[in-house]
């Protein structure tokens, strides 16, 4: 017996199919091992790694890198952007650098995206094995620079999830101009003595979110260079470390400005500082503007909250030069805690472009269970609430 089907229902089948075919297509999947990477921690497998980038950016749909346990070594690698706008690398593994630090010392970059538009990161340690370039640098010889462990520059809606950078010969993951980056439960930990260790550096990127994420590292948590406009930062662990740094800013001539900046729920344990914005004593049209530092706890922070405009490291290029990084418009609301130094807010502003606007809201920091002290040079602003050290605005 011949079932005859309405062309209504061939109609609304056509339509179902047109709709859910996205959803039906599952994701294409390249297993590095099965391009030749091999999890020994031995074998370089940066080639393996180039062609699953290259079979995903040719996949016409949404692509999974994905990366089995094991210890996989790579030289370098350079992810260049390519067509596919929805690539996912999904760690399930350790990826580890050359263990001998001259081999990527002078490259600017250990891992590198580069132009890329909707990946993923997801889960993986990175290991950048840099104590012997520390111990190379503390000793006074003739060293490399050091390579960022992971570098995205000029790149679009990046998601890094779950990610974990050990020992990174210098900075861990730098945003270089970059708009719409999500961190979230990223880890970072180095010696609270590596040197220029910052956990993550912000530049000419818009829309950076930085969220749930624990910083142990020998220089700044985040540091959040010229151009970086619009950055949330909330539910960071920081220390040991610098803080989370505004700077340094006021280098060069021409700059961009630093604007729109929220760091909220953060603790900073022993850490050398914690909320700070620093500028070189030398001329520059650059600026901080739009900044909130709110609900924030400190535990034994050496200088807890701090604005430094007459940074001028080995007194080279700028003595007897003042800071024309104007800073405006800084909300300090809700910060508690215990300061390790008598002086647990210091506001040392340039002579030439004062700071102003400057907001101290519901703020109780203790040195040795007594009051602190506050300094103020060339800074303006308001007190509300009840604040202490008591303010010299």
Not at 10 to 37: D, R, S
Not at 126 to 131: A, N
Not at 359 to 382: H, I, W
């Amino acid at each position: 017996m011949v079932q005859y089907v309405s062309s209504s229902s061939l109609l609304l089948a056509a339509v179902l199919f047109m709709v859910l075919q996205p959803y039906w297509a599952t994701a294409v999947t390249y297993n590095v091992v099965n391009l030749g990477a091999k999890g020994d921690g031995h074998t370089d497998s940066t080639k393996a790694f180039l062609n699953a980038w290259a079979a995903a950016c040719g996949s016409a749909s949404p692509a999974t890198i994905y990366v089995p346990p094991g210890r996989y070594l790579l030289r370098n690698a350079v992810f260049r952007g390519c067509k596919n706008h929805a690539i996912t690398f999904r760690i399930d593994a350790t990826l580890v650098a050359p263990s001998d630090y001259r081999v990527i010392g002078n490259a600017a970059n250990w891992l590198a995206f580069q132009d890329v538009t909707g990946v993923s990161i997801i889960g993986g340690v990175l290991d950048g094995q840099g104590t012997g370039l520390w111990a190379c640098k503390r000793s006074g010889k003739s060293c490399p620079n050091g390579a960022t462990t992971l570098g995205l520059t000029k790149s679009n809606n990046i998601l890094i999830r779950g990610l974990t950078s050990l020992n990174s010969q210098m900075f861990h993951i730098v945003i270089n101009g970059c708009h719409i980056v999500k961190l979230q439960g990223v880890r970072v930990s180095a010696s609270g003595h590596s040197p220029n260790t910052d956990g993550i550096h912000v530049q000419l990127s818009s829309g950076v979110t930085i969220l749930d994420t624990q910083i142990k590292t020998g220089d700044d948590c985040v540091s959040i260079g010229p151009g970086a406009t619009n950055l949330w930062i909330e539910n960071v662990a920081c220390g040991p470390g610098h803080g989370i740094s505004i700077g340094s800013l006021g280098k060069d001539l021409e700059e961009e400005g630093v604007q729109n900046v929220t760091v909220k729920t953060v603790t900073f344990t022993g850490s050398q500082n914690g909320v700070r914005i620093k500028s070189w004593a030398r001329a520059s049209n650059g600026f901080v503007k739009g900044v909130v530092f709110q609900h924030i706890l400190m535990v034994n922070v050496q200088n807890p909250i701090v604005i430094d405009q007459n940074y001028c490291p080995g007194h080279k290029n700028c003595p007897g030069q003042v800071s024309g990084v104007k800073v405006s418009d800084v909300t300090y609301q809700d910060i508690h805690g215990t300061s390790a130094s008598e002086v647990a807010v210091k506001f040392d502003c340039s002579s030439k472009n004062p700071c102003s606007g400057i907001k101290l809201q519901d703020v109780k920091l203790t040195y040795r269970n007594k009051a602190p002290e506050s300094s103020c040079v060339n800074a303006g602003g308001m007190a509300s609430g009840f604040v202490e050290p008591a303010s010299c605005l």
